[in-house]
Every structure is written in C-alpha cells, then in structure tokens.
C-alpha cells in the first residue's frame, strides 16, 4: 500500500472546530483517487495532512510504511517527496515557466531535459521563457502540474484544480490532466466538490462529511450502492419516500428503514413495479430534461422526466431494483 | 486530564523546531532590557528616590500628564483637521498636501523646540521681520511647558493625519449620503457620523504620539520643562544614581504597557466600526472659487508651522553659521552618523527577518505569541533602552574583563559598554518593530500558497525565503532599512547615553551646540538630519498609499 491513514483526526480552534475525525483509508500505488465532499467538510485538511502542511492531533500516516505523520512525529512537507498542485497555482511569479519547473529539481545536469520533457507532456512546449502571468489560467494549471511532476513524486495530491475554470475548459482540461497523469504512472488524488470531475477521473472515490470519511468504493459502486443518502445525493438529487407516498405505491416499507428515489427514476408508466395516479401541478423545461411537480395524496415532489406528460392526470411509477434502502 | 498532558507534551515534543529555538532566543536576547527594567521595579530605587518622590516626581507627573493631554488635543486638531479636509474637499494644492502634510515627521520634535526658541527670542526672526515694517513685537516666551506643547504638536500631528487619512479614504460614500438623506448636513454629518466613527483610527495615533511625547528628552530639556525623561537622565547623571534612573524607568514603562493595553482594547473595538466596504469611494466636493484658497490656507498651516517656519529658521541660522563650520569635522561626523545608521538598520531588517522566519516556521503557538515581546521596542522610550541596555551590559563588560584576566592574563576594557556594541543593540531593541511591520506586512502579501508549493517542492524553510519570499519582499525589506536609518539619525535621549566618547552623530552634534547656546552652529547638523529624512517620509507615503 502506497498511502496508509489510521484513525486520523484534526481540530482547529483549540479543539472548537473538528476538520477531521477519525478517518481511516488506504491508497495504492499507480491509482487515481478523489476525495469528495462539500466545503467544510474536511477534504482540504486531509490533503494538507497527507503533504505534510499540517500535523494531526491523532492518528497515523504511513507512507511506503514509513510513519510520516502522527501525534508526537511530524516529517516535514520538504522531506516527504508529495507533490502537491494548488486550487491557485501558486506559480512563483518571479520566475519564467522553465524556472518555475526546475525549481524542485537538485540534480543539475538534467535540467533542461526535464523542462523539455515537462513542456511536452503538458503541451506546453515554446512557453518556457514565459513568466506565469502571460498565460492562461488553464495553461497555468498544466504548467503547476508539470512543476509538481518534474521532482517525480510517488504520490501527487491536486487541490480543487478545476474550480479556477469555466465549465469548457473544465471539461478539456479535465481530460488533459488525467490523460497526463495516466502517462506518468503517478498515484493522484484529486481533492474536488464536484461530482462529476471525481467519476470522471478518479478510480475510487472518497466521500467526506464532517470531518468523517462515508464511503471509499469505485466510482459505479459509490453510484449503485451508496451507504448514506448523503453519498447518493452528490451525484443525484434523490427524493425521500415518506410512509404514506409508499402507501399510494402500495409498498409495504420496513420499520427504521428510509427510503429514497433518484429524480429521473420515476417514470409515466404503468408497467412500473409500483406505480399510483399522479397530478401534475407544473412542469419547467431544464434543457436535458423537464422538472416536473407531482401531487399524489398530499404530497408533492419533483421529478425528471425527459418528456413532458400531456395530461393533467398520469400513473406515475418505479422499479424495485432503484429503491435506495437505508 | 493526564491523557490530555500527554497529549500536549507529545505535540510540543513534536512541533519544537530549531525555529522555535531561534524565535525563543532572539525574543530573549532582544527584550533583555526590557525585562531587565521590569525586574528592577521590584527591587527598589536608590538613596535619593524618597527627594524625588516628594518633590520632584509629583512635578514630572504633572508636567507629563499636561504635555501628554496639550499634546493630544492639538495633534486632534491638525491631525483629523487636515486629514478631512484633504481627502472630502477638492483645493488647490491638495494633491500636494497628501505628503507635505506629513513632511514634520522629518524634523525631530527636538530640533524644531530649537527653531521655535529662536523664532520668538527676543531679537529673533520674527522680531526681525516685524522690524522690517516698523513693526515691534511684545514678550512672548515660547521656552516654557505651553510652548513645549505646541512644538510636540505641530512637530507630531502627522501620526493623527495618517491613520486619520487610512482611514476616511475606506469610507463609503454612501455612509454620508444616508447622514445626509436623513437631514443631517456636510458639517453636522463629520461632527455626528465621521469624527465618532473615527475614533479607533484617532486613538490609534494619538497612542503613537503619546509614546513620542513620553519619549522626548531633547525638546523638553532646552525648555526647561522637566518630565519623566528628564528626570531620567537626572538621576542618572546628575545624582549619579543608576537604581533611581531604573526605578523611574520602570514606573514610565509600566504607565507605557497602560497605553499599549489601551492600544489593542481600542483596536479590538474597532471591529465593530462600520467601515465602507462594497460602497463607493468617498467623493471629493468642489469647494465655491471664492473659498478655495482659505481651504489651502487652512490646511497649509499646520505644514507651515511643523516644518516650513522651522527649516527657514535653520537656513537662516546655518548661512549665518556657514563660515565657522569646520568641515572636517562635520564630514567625520556625518560619516559617522551615516555608517552607524546604516548598521543599525541592517541589523534591524536582519533580526526581523529572523523573527519573522522564526515564528513562521515555528510550529508552536505560544512560541509565535512569545516572539511578539520582541518587537514591543518602539513603544519604550530611549531612555528606558539605554538604561536597560547600559547596566547589563556592564555587568558582561565586568565578567569579560575578569574571564580574559584569569584565562587569558590580557587585560581588555570595556568591550560592550565602551564601544558602539551596547548602542548598535539598543538601536536593534527599539526600532525593530519600525524594520518588523513593513517587512511583517510585506510578507502577508506573499500568498501562503507560494511559500507552501516551494517546501512540497522540496526546499527548506531558507531555501524557500532565498528563492522566493526574498525577491517579492525587496521593496519591504529597501522602505524597513530607509525607516530605520532615519529614526536612528533623528535619536537623541538613546545616543546621548550609551554612545562611547569617540562616537559622534549629527543629532549629538546638534544638541550640544543647542546646549552650549551656539545655535546657530546647531542648524547645520540639523538641516542634513531634515534632508535625510525628508526622502523617506515620501517613501513611507507611497508605500502607505499602495496599501
């Protein structure tokens, strides 16, 4: 194993604020990882532990076996050889981009193979004598990926890097990225917010809410087999089915047991396992999709649907295997 | 709990660095004085203390307390005076105004009480003027504590006029339009809405001016006025009575830390001030033509009084001087003054950055708070340094002179005390938080996220500073140096005391041709000291304005 976490936890504050708390989980060599979960939920402190920016109140990081971080030992970010790539860059801005590049890098003599090197793997080659500010933000982003690259890490830990960006180079740069990273072999783990960027390029996800790690799985599992309703609504907006809806679908729900439906898994359908009569209060087109305000009883929810009913009054239904049971 | 002991030995054990050790060891080393003064206060003054206590110190009390108050309201007058009006009201020469405003810093409060005197002697400049227009003027003595007060004031209001500026340049716009919407007018708005909201800013600089007036030793000697610091240097030198001079020191220190109580409880309040943020700039009114000029007058006074009608006064002195000067002399002492200033500020800018370095990468919390004593310097008076510094400085001297003639048979004089060793570390003690805050502040402005890439990067904590923070911080570390270096060719009460008898600054040469009553040989030292300073209070403004 590449990267071990036991038990780590991290307050603030004096112990007022708790960013981490007792989490455990282990990375591999040559794998992508993202760690997901809204602001404030501890996925920033996480990475910065793992770097070395800062130092848990409990808990262990062992790296290669080696412990690199704990309550009474701390290696310092210098020495753990983790590269980290920053939500701003953090491109030094005294410095062209070759000097930026090899600025990690001690041994001498092959310094201008690497930048070339670099330059190429980034598609970046011909900016070298560039300082940071006469580039892009994405170009910068492939530039402070090619720094952290170039001193050859085992581990890279990438902080938010897509949150500078619109959503089109978002999605370009996305590709780049993990096309350049899958070149290298290197283990990357993605800290990011957004759903979508962590199932496209992460071969496990990592799910963080309050400081607790929720579930560590790849990312179809996380997305068929969620452990919380908390997990499943990251990706999904999900609809909880209260008794007495699951009463007009005559199903017969379990005791302590909740339970919930994505949007787009109800469908206009009779043939559907369960299916109840249906009013539709209003409908709003959403581009992909219609957001549309079911009544059944007295309760009213929204749904998904990529076609707009024609009725008022419609039978409304769902399969058994897309119930989410918690 | 014994979990939790663990728990906090563990991390200390963990988190103490050579950083730590460094940050620890130069707070010890610099605040050696200071807490060398502070221990004193607990073990009594000398012989003579029970006569000052009776008759004299009630008298310094009264003295102080009266120039610090005069002082005060004066330095609130021209200080948020001039501030509002330059930056609400559009006059001719405004622009200008903005630093020539601040232009008396450059002139120590010492060497303007010497221009004042001779503008109102008797025979003096004015009663020369007048004469011009057979004009006589009747007796008007400035040398007296009123005078002193006056000369404090318009000598020290830029510290008001500053942060005041700071200040109503953040306010919105629309803080005074909802004052005026609510049927208040231009001038019941700044007596009702900005002069209250303002106060955090004013006492801010009225604090800077007390340390200042508590500082003077200069001034209020050629007045006769005697206060604390002259009381000071009494007991010291004239009742040859170093424990007196320390107790009294430690009483002025202790009234000091008051005011820097005083300080951080007002800065905390400020928090809650409204401030302007989101609104629109405060616009400048165009003032009607007819009264265009009253504005400039009125605002041009206090650059008038605080430094034009002094430096006038030193030319005039120093043509009439100019064919005595010898200059030799003068160009060994000018050089002098150079290089020790320039040593001093180096000195300083390279312990800040230390300190600086030192709590950064420090991982320890009560270490970074710790680290804070070094820099409580500038708000002792020199006088207070110099005793601190002199007497342990002479018990090292005593225990080297004995340690080379027991070990070494070689007989040594005093090493620390008797060279510009024991002044260029008192230099360091008081002004290193003039070197600390630029560079302090610079090195905000050098995002985190740089500092934090170069060490994932693999550098140290000084590879890091040396490649990265020290390119961006050049400026800071250039305006630290030039602060310094003008401060330390401006002190006075310091040098006087702990300077060796072969050392000679333009400011010692200043006093004591004041001293001697040949003042007009005085005014030539004291213009090359308003020349040296006047560049960087125009610095200090484009560094404030880039703020």
Redesign the interface.
């Known amino acids: 194993m590449l990267l071990k976490i036991d038990h780590l936890s991290k307050h603030f504050d004096g112990g007022k604020v708790k960013a981490l708390n007792d989490v455990s989980l282990q990375l591999a060599s040559g794998k992508s990882y993202a760690i997901l979960g809204e602001s404030g939920s501890g996925k920033t402190t996480l990475a910065r532990l793992i ?1 070395g ?1 800062e ?1 848990p ?1 409990q808990g262990e990081i062992y790296l290669n076996d080696v412990l690199i971080g704990s ?4 290696v ?4 753990r ?4 790539v ?9 410095l062209t981009i070759r000097e930026n590049i090899t ?2 890098i ?1 041994n001498l003599g092959n310094k201008k193979q690497v930048v070339e090197e670099m330059l190429e793997l980034v598609n970046l080659e011909g900016y070298g004598a560039r300082y940071p500010h006469e580039l892009s933000g994405g170009q910068q982003q492939r530039v ?1 990926l090619a ?2 690259l170039a ?1 050859k890490p085992g581990l890279i830990i990438l902080d938010e890097p897509f949150s500078n960006l619109d959503s089109t180079l978002r999605v370009d740069l996305r590709t780049d990225i993990f096309g350049i990273l899958q070149k290298t072999g290197v283990c990357s783990v993605f800290i990011t917010h957004n759903s979508e960027d962590a199932m496209a390029i992460a071969d496990e996800i990592i799910v963080l809410s309050d400081g607790r790690l929720l579930q560590q799985a790849k990312p179809e599992i996380m997305y068929s087999s969620p452990t919380t309703p908390y997990v499943a609504r990251l990706f999904d907006p999900l609809i909880k089915l209260t008794s007495s809806l699951l009463e007009q679908f005559r199903y017969q729900p379990k005791p302590d047991a909740r339970y919930f439906l994505r949007t787009h898994h109800f469908s206009f359908d009779a043939t559907m396992d369960f299916h109840a009569k249906a009013s539709i209060r209003s409908s709003t087109f959403m581009g992909k999709h219609y957001q549309i305000e079911i009544a059944i009883g007295n309760d009213t929810f929204y749904v998904a649907s990529p076609q707009k009913p024609s009725e008022t009054q419609v039978e409304i239904g769902w399969m058994e295997k897309d119930l989410m049971v918690f | 709990m014994q979990r939790r002991l663990r728990q906090y030995a563990n991390r200390n054990r963990r988190d103490f660095n050579g950083w730590s050790f460094t940050a620890l060891a130069v707070t010890l080393f610099i605040g050696v004085p200071t807490i060398f003064i502070f221990v004193k206060l607990f073990s009594g003054p000398g012989e003579s203390w029970k006569h000052i206590a009776t008759y004299l110190l009630p008298g310094y009390l009264r003295n102080s307390l009266y120039l610090a108050l005069t002082t005060s309201f004066l330095t609130i007058c021209f200080g948020v005076g001039s501030a509002w009006l330059s930056t609400r009201y559009e006059f001719p020469m405004r622009k200008a105004f903005e630093w020539l405003l601040i232009l008396p810093l450059a002139i120590p409060s010492y060497i303007t009480a010497y221009a004042y005197a001779g503008i109102f002697d008797y025979g003096g400049s004015l009663a020369l003027l007048l004469r011009q227009f057979s004009l006589t003027m009747g007796k008007l003595d400035i040398m007296n504590i009123h005078g002193l007060a006056f000369v404090l004031g318009i000598s020290l209001y830029p510290y008001v006029y500053v942060a005041c500026r700071a200040f109503f340049l953040h306010q919105s716009q629309h803080l005074i339009e909802a004052s005026k919407a609510l049927g208040k007018g231009e001038t019941r708005s700044f007596f009702k809405l900005i002069l209250p909201i303002a106060r955090p800013a004013i006492v801010g600089g009225v604090i800077l001016v007390l340390m200042e007036v508590l500082n003077d030793y200069g001034a209020a000697k050629y007045y006769g006025v005697n206060t604390f610091t002259t009381g000071i240097f009494k007991s010291w030198f004239g009742y040859r009575e170093p424990e007196t001079a320390v107790y009294l020191s430690a009483l002025l220190l202790a009234i000091i830390f008051g005011l820097i109580l005083l300080e951080q409880w007002q800065r905390k309040r400020k928090k809650f001030v409204t401030e302007g943020k989101g609104g629109t700039a405060l616009k400048r009114i165009q003032i009607r033509k007819k009264y265009r000029l009253l504005f400039t007058a009125v605002v041009g006074l206090p650059v008038m009084l605080g430094f034009v009608f002094p430096v006038l006064q030193l030319v005039y002195w120093a043509s009439l001087a100019i064919k005595g000067i010898q200059w030799d002399q003068l160009y060994g002492v000018v050089l002098q003054s150079l290089l020790i200033a320039a040593l001093a500020a180096t000195c300083c800018v390279f312990f800040s950055v230390v300190l600086l370095l030192a709590g950064h990468s420090n991982r320890l919390r009560w270490v970074q708070q710790f680290s804070k004593v070094g820099v409580l310097g500038y708000a002792i008076p020199g006088a207070i340094i110099a005793v601190g510094v002199y007497i342990p400085g002479l018990y090292v001297d005593k225990w080297l002179i004995s340690v080379f003639k027991q070990f070494f048979s070689v007989k040594i004089g005093l090493l620390i005390t008797g060279t510009v060793i024991a002044l260029l570390y008192a230099y360091v003690v008081r002004f290193l938080a003039v070197a600390y805050n630029p560079i302090a502040s610079g090195k905000q402005k050098v995002p985190n996220g740089l500092i934090e890439a170069s060490k994932s990067l693999g550098k140290n904590t000084l590879s890091t500073f040396w490649n990265v923070e020290l390119p961006l911080l050049k400026p800071a570390l250039l305006g630290s140096f030039i602060l310094v270096f003008i401060d330390v060719m401006k002190e006075l009460p310091l040098t006087l005391i702990l300077k060796p008898y072969t050392v000679q600054t333009l400011a010692i040469e200043a006093y004591q041709y004041a001293s001697d009553e040949r003042i007009a040989e005085a005014a030539f030292p004291s213009l090359l000291i308003v020349a040296t300073g006047v560049l960087p209070v125009i610095f200090l403004n484009r560094l404030a304005r880039k703020d």
């Open positions: 770097a920016l130092s109140d309550e009474s030992h701390h310092p970010v210098e020495k050889a983790i590269g980290f920053f939500q701003h860059y953090a491109l030094f801005p005294h600025y990690g001690s402070a720094r952290a001193t």
